[in-house]
C-alpha cells in the first residue's frame, strides 16, 4: 500500500512537471540561453487568470494568447520594459509580480508592515490590560490575616527545627 502511495505521489509530480515544461515548448529559439531568459521573463509577469500562477506556468487559454504575443514582441527585438508597459497599459499593475511604488500600490508594500505594527499595538494592550487586573488592592483586614497565616506558618517551621 505504502508503494502504490508512493507511485501515484510520484506520478503525479511528474504530470505537474511535464504540464508546466509543455507551456513554453512550442516556441523556437537560437539559443539555450535566448530560451532561458523567455523563461525567467515570462516567470516574472502573473497569469490573469490564475492569480497565483506566472505566465510561464499557466494553462490558461488567456495565458497562452499573453505568452504567444509576448513571444512575438520578443522575436521582434522589443525590450522586455517596452513588453512590460505594454503588458500594464492593457492590463494595469496586476500583471506584474514586484508591483511598482506609486500611490496606488502603497497598500501593497506597507499594508503587511502595518498590519504587524498594528497586531504588536493590541498584544501590547492585552498584556497591559492583564497585567493591571491581577494588581488586587488588599484591604486592612486583608493584610491582618495574611500576616496572621505567615506568622503561624513561621511559628511551625521554627517548632520543627
Known amino acids: 500500500m505504502k508503494i502504490l502511495k508512493t507511485l501515484v505521489f510520484l506520478g503525479m509530480l511528474l504530470a505537474t512537471g511535464m504540464a508546466g515544461a509543455t507551456a513554453l515548448s512550442s516556441y523556437t529559439f537560437d539559443s539555450k540561453e535566448e530560451e532561458q531568459a523567455f523563461r525567467d521573463f515570462t516567470a516574472e509577469l502573473r497569469c490573469l487568470?490564475?492569480?497565483n500562477q506566472s505566465l510561464a506556468e499557466s494553462d490558461a487559454d488567456l495565458?497562452?494568447?499573453?505568452?504567444?504575443?509576448?513571444?512575438?514582441?520578443w522575436r521582434q527585438g522589443r525590450p522586455q520594459e517596452e513588453i512590460i508597459d505594454f503588458l500594464v497599459s492593457r492590463y494595469g499593475d496586476f500583471v506584474l509580480y514586484d508591483p511598482p511604488?506609486?500611490?496606488?500600490?502603497?497598500?501593497?508594500?506597507?499594508g503587511p508592515f502595518l498590519l504587524f505594527v498594528a497586531g504588536v499595538v493590541v498584544l501590547m494592550r492585552?498584556?497591559?490590560?492583564?497585567n493591571e487586573d491581577r494588581e488586587v488592592e488588599l484591604t486592612e483586614e486583608d493584610k491582618q490575616r495574611l500576616s496572621e497565616?505567615?506568622?503561624?506558618?513561621?511559628?511551625?517551621?521554627d517548632s520543627k527545627i
Open 149 to 157: 497565616l505567615l506568622q503561624d506558618a513561621n511559628e511551625n517551621q
Open 49 to 51: 487568470v490564475c492569480q
Open 63 to 73: 495565458a497562452d494568447d499573453l505568452r504567444r504575443e509576448v513571444y512575438t514582441m
Open 101 to 110: 511604488l506609486k500611490p496606488s500600490t502603497y497598500i501593497l508594500w506597507f
Open 126 to 130: 492585552t498584556l497591559k490590560r492583564k
